[in-house]
């Protein structure tokens, strides 16, 4: 089921941020921009996917803490900072499982998190906006980041044409790492590097970085330099 709301019901409120339920999960990092398809199994979670659709349709994907396994069941501790995000499409099974799609819309920071009234987690939380440090050395990280991936097209042509879609109208320096990041980082512990990074410049040179080591990676597979790959 494809979600529809009105437009003026989009937009992220400060109020939306007073009782966000989170969805703790290993491994999982959501990206502003980015899509993520989820399953929910979990009777807590099914209750929170309820509750979330039957209202403004936000929840927030928190990655857990190391050592989170002995204590699962109960509230382990999670990355302050998390992805924000709108449930856009969703299937509900006659068991009660859910699965649903999330875009993730803005990036946020847990406060606190609120007393237990219901059986998932809810937290207070605050917007984290991009503090651009050089809008012109962010956008020549950009300019590089964007040549990489055309380099990209010979080795994985279907990973640069996904990677062109998703980047095709995404002029800025923000949106454009963040989209590029959750395509092609796989390790949680740097998508969440990169997801608490409010630096765009930042983050779009670690991206250069990480493409520069895959295409070499590549290259030394096929025994040819990375410059060669055009």
């Known amino acids: 089921m494809l979600a529809s709301m009105p437009a003026s019901e989009l937009a992220l409120s400060e109020s939306d941020l007073d ?8 491994g999982v ?7 993520l398809p989820l399953h929910v ?8 996917t309820r509750d979330v659709l039957a209202g403004r349709r936000l929840m927030a994907v928190a990655l857990l803490e190391p050592g989170f396994e002995a204590d699962y069941g109960e509230r382990p ?3 302050g900072v998390c992805g924000m995000g709108r449930v856009i499409r969703e299937v509900q099974y006659p068991d ?4 649903i799609v999330l875009e993730g819309i803005e990036r946020i920071c847990i406060v606190e998190e609120l007393p237990p009234d219901q059986p998932y987690r809810v937290v207070r939380a605050r ?6 440090s050089d809008v012109a050395v962010a956008a020549a990280w950009q300019r590089q980041l964007a040549a990489l991936l055309g380099d990209l ?17 995404t002029e800025d320096a923000g949106a454009y790492s963040d989209r590029v990041a959750a395509a092609i980082i796989a390790e949680p512990d740097e998508q969440q590097r990169l997801l608490q990074e409010l630096d765009p410049a930042e983050r779009l040179r670690a991206l250069v970085e990480r493409l520069h080591e895959l295409l070499d990676a590549l290259s030394a597979g096929k025994g040819r330099p990375a410059s060669e790959l055009n």
């Open 19 to 26: 009782a966000v339920p989170i969805f703790p999960l290993p």
């Open 96 to 99: 009660g499982r859910f699965d």
């Open 127 to 132: 917007r984290l906006c991009d503090q651009t």
């Open 41 to 48: 199994f979990e009777p807590r979670y099914r209750a929170m």
């Open 77 to 79: 501790p999670v990355h």
């Open 29 to 35: 990092v959501l990206f502003p921009g980015a899509t």
């Open 153 to 169: 097209e010979s080795c994985l042509p279907y990973l640069a044409t996904d990677l062109r879609d998703l980047t095709r109208f």
